[in-house]
């Protein structure tokens, strides 16, 4: 149920009403960090923080549909995730599990097209067949998209990319020299999406941890102190307020 967000909204109205709704970010993405940390300093099971992480996304995503940002792409689970103890994993599973069954009617109902980012063969059959049927439900869906990093890494992304353009030029169907980066960009996981505008990261970590290292070349970065839990739609608007701030020179000079 997306009420949540609405319940905030009269109170948010002010700081939302400052935003140039001309230079939002297109795509926004965000390190969802700070989970574990937000629930041991409550004394509570790190699992209780997976849980409040969820219920933040849910606001974010709905603040960002109702914003019309194109796209969002979160980091939920990396390659690297996987060292953690299998209990912890197990439940971060679940909660992706029962997170699309419980959303999916009502992302659909608000056009939220889902994708996903990663190897999903490496993941749980019962999440691989959510996760499959969230994609082919919204598939048609016009609104934002929500971009699901799971099993992800962004040096194993790029390692893919260079084998399948390997694999033309041993074919001949590609010579070297017609590899350039908007060919790279193309066989990417993310093909078919702008790189991000805006990468937000929680908790106050200073890394990108392996996440979309292509992508955010020139992307602009935002940390904040607030652990994911924490993460409102209000934190959002600042943050979009802050990227507004910034000027955007892609490596060019500034215009006078």
């Known amino acids: ?27 926004i993405a965000i390190i969802m960090d700070g989970n574990g940390r937000w629930a041991q300093k409550r004394g509570l099971p790190r699992t209780v923080g997976h849980k409040a992480g969820v219920e933040a996304l849910r606001d974010i995503v709905k603040a960002c549909s109702n914003l019309g940002i194109e796209a969002l792409t979160v980091y ?20 992706l ?56 890494g962004g040096r194993a992304e790029i390692t893919c990319a260079v084998r399948q353009l390997c694999e033309k030029v041993l074919k001949k169907e590609l010579t070297p020299e ?37 992508q955010i070349a020139y992307t ?9 839990p924490d993460f409102s739609p209000d934190q959002l608007v600042e943050a979009l307020l802050e990227f507004q701030k910034r000027e955007r020179r892609f490596g060019g000079l500034n215009k006078r």
């Open 1 to 27: 149920m997306w009420h949540r967000f609405w319940d905030k909204k009269e109170q948010s109205k002010t700081l939302a009403d400052q935003l140039d709704k001309d230079n939002l970010p297109r795509h």
């Open 76 to 95: 939920a689970f990396s390659t690297e995730n996987w060292s953690r103890p299998k209990e912890e994993v197990n439940i971060l599973m679940n909660l």
């Open 97 to 152: 599990i029962d997170y699309l069954r419980r959303e999916l009617d009502e992302l659909h109902d608000n056009k939220v097209r889902v994708q996903m980012i990663g190897n999903m063969e490496q993941l749980p059959l019962e999440a691989q067949r959510e996760l499959k049927r969230s994609i082919k439900k919204t598939v048609n869906n016009g609104g934002l998209i929500l971009n699901l990093a799971l099993n992800y």
């Open 178 to 214: 017609e590899i350039t980066g908007e060919l790279i960009s193309q066989h990417l996981f993310t093909s078919g999406l702008s790189d991000p505008d805006l990468l937000i990261r929680t908790s106050g970590e200073l890394r990108v941890s392996n996440f979309l290292l292509w």
């Open 220 to 228: 602009e970065i935002i940390v904040t102190e607030c652990l994911w």
